[in-house]
């Protein structure tokens, strides 16, 4: 691969990824010839890690800088890793929201998750009994600790059962059921593999710039997946939406999926809201729903007085630089081939 070849393609994984160019470039390297810079995740347990972690983390609680408080991934064909935005709330939401537990018979967290450390001390989340893993980085060791073992301590306040620690090895039947969530007789090929993507892409939700506040939902049912992703801009902020679309289907860093309606009304100043939706191709199943708005001033206002650190870092727009450098190489909103 030539060297503006390398530098190009390390461009566009660094939006998709928001790592910076230089690690884009190691990891392609790492990566060696493969036609896709951003690489999917290579078996379906790993998928389906990614999906739940997205599935739990979508809706943040508070307002994070970062799409969903992860400030970039790397993504390798058997492993992610997520670089989160440290701060002690955001670290206690992730343990609230990713470490499993059972309560009265329901199961709240990411079924079969499993937390350990790997070699640097830095969370390491698996799923029982396979070999799918994900490291979170940038968490201060004290910060994770105080969170979980206050986390621990509210679950046997409420007598609900910590599962994290229990077993490496085997989940229990009900945590291996709730985790299929798709019902397996009628479930499609791989049908976790949207949500794993889109958490390989955190860029993607940043192409418009930062929004003050982004949250995504699944709308599926047995079959597949469907998201939705709603991004609130501060009034005045530009909606660069068309860049979005152009990463998440651009022909060498995008996903199978292609443009099927597309509203916009930011010349029309009635306020609306734009939106687009893209439907899965390739014999792949699934969609996306994107809506784009300004928030309320008020809201904003009430906002940013309780965020005020996230506020001044989305206000910065200190992510934007690359994702302005490769979506102005995608051009058009573009449908892969199929
Ligand atoms: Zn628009």
Redesign the pocket.
């Known amino acids: 691969m030539t060297r503006d070849k390398l530098d190009r393609l390390a461009d566009l994984r660094a939006a998709c990824t928001l790592e910076k160019h230089a690690e884009a470039r190691r990891q392609l390297t790492l990566l060696g010839p493969t036609p896709w810079p951003v690489p999917t995740a290579a078996d379906p347990d790993q998928e389906r890690l990614e999906r739940w972690i997205l599935h739990r983390c979508a809706w943040p609680n508070g307002i994070t800088a970062y799409p969903f408080g992860f400030q970039h991934v790397t993504p390798e064909p058997d492993h992610l890793t997520i670089h989160v935005e440290s701060n002690p709330e955001h670290v206690r939401e992730l343990v609230k929201e990713l470490l499993p537990n059972e309560y009265e018979g329901d199961l709240g967290g990411v079924p079969g998750l499993r937390a350990g450390r790997d070699n640097t001390g830095a969370p390491l989340l698996y799923l029982a009994g396979t070999r799918a893993s994900v490291t979170l980085r940038g968490i201060a060791a004290k910060d994770w600790q105080v969170a979980v073992t206050g986390w621990r301590s509210h679950l046997a306040s409420i007598g609900a059962r910590p599962l994290w620690d229990i077993s490496p090895t085997a989940m229990s039947m009900e945590e291996s059921d709730l985790l299929q969530w798709f019902d397996p007789p009628s479930t499609v090929k791989r049908p976790c593999w949207l949500a794993s993507a889109l958490l390989r892409r955190i860029g993607t939700f940043t192409a418009s710039g930062l929004p003050a506040r982004l949250t995504g939902w699944t709308t599926g049912g047995t079959q597949h997946d469907r998201w939705k992703f709603e991004f609130e801009f501060i009034p005045g902020h530009r909606?660069a939406?068309e860049r979005v679309l152009n990463l998440l289907t651009h022909p060498e860093v995008g996903l199978p999926l292609r443009v099927t309606k597309d509203v916009?009304?930011?010349r029309s100043g009635h306020g609306h809201g734009?939106w687009a939706t893209l439907q899965a191709t390739s014999g792949h199943q699934g969609s996306v729903q994107l809506l784009?708005h300004d928030c309320d001033p008020g809201t904003v206002t009430s906002w940013e007085s309780r965020w005020p650190a996230q506020f001044a870092q989305i206000r910065a727009g200190n992510s934007a630089k690359t994702a302005d450098r490769a979506a102005a190489d995608c051009g058009s909103p573009q449908e892969n081939p199929s």
Do not use: A, G, L
């Open positions: 909606r939406h916009c009304s930011c734009c784009f």
